[in-house]
C-alpha cells in the first residue's frame, strides 16, 4: 500500500472524488481518480481536534508537509495509479510531490520573495523560508519492491511518435498555483495506453516572468511483455534573459520547454516483477 493511500481514509474523503477511471493492459491495472479541490482550511475541526487519528484532507496536508503554504490549487485526490499483479504499483499523487519541495530557498526565488510577500499580506510571513515556487523534483511514488537500476537504455520516442490506437488517455492536475500573477508553477500528470505500450510525463513547469523557466520532467514508458519501466527524469532550466523570447509567447509550457537547456538528466529501469524463488 502506498502511504498516500492515507487520504483515501479521511474523515472527508467521500466529498472529493468525483470520477474514477480504470483500464487492464496485461499485468497492470492503470487508474485514475479526478477530484475537486483541497479546502484552505479544516474543514471537520471536531473530528480533526479530538487527535485520535482521524483528520480531514487539510489537516493531514497540514501534518504531513514541512512547506508552510500550499499551491493555490491542489487536487488531494487528484492520482494517477499503475498496480502491477505482481503487487509492485507506481504512484502520482499531489501529497507526495510536495514533499519533494526543498524547505530551503534558493537565490534565485529570493529575488521574487519580497513581491511573493507583498502579494498575500493575509499571510503570516512564514517562520522559515521556503520554495515558494513549489519546485519539486518528485518522480512518482514506488512500492519498496521495485527494483531501481541504473541503465542505458532510452525510450524509444520514435515508436511514440507512431500512430496507434489510443486505448486510454487523460491529463491530470496535481497542483497549480500561478505565483499570485508573477508566472506559474504546475505539477501535471498525462497517461497514454496504446495497444503495444503505456507512457507517462509527468511535468512541473515553473515560469517566474521575467526571472526563469523550469521544467522537471519526468517520463515513464513500459513495453508490453517486459518486466521494467524505463524511467527518464530531465531538469530543464533558463534565465528568462537568456532565452530569445517574450514572456507573452511562453504562456504554455509546450512554447518554451523545447528551447530550454537540459541541466540534468537521470535514466533508470523500475524492475517491477522480481521472480520469487
Ligand atoms: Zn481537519
Redesign the pocket.
Known sequence: MFNSELLLNS??AGRYTTNSKSIQFGPWNISYDVSCILPS?????V???RDDDQ??????Y?KELKIPHFPDMVFPRNILKLAHESGAGICFNPLDSLRCVASRIEAIEVACAEAWQEARPEAEKPKRPFDWTFSTDYKGTLTDNIVVENTDEHINFDLLKQKEQILFYHDLTLFEDELHDHGVSKLSVKIRVMPSYWYVLLRYFLRVDDVLVRANETRMFHLLNTDYVLREYTVKEAQAKDLNMPTSHMKEADDVIPILPVKEKLTHKLIVNIPSN
Open positions: 474523515v472527508d482550511v479544516c474543514s471537520t475541526k473530528v480533526c481536534e483528520f480531514c484532507q487539510f489537516c493531514i497540514t
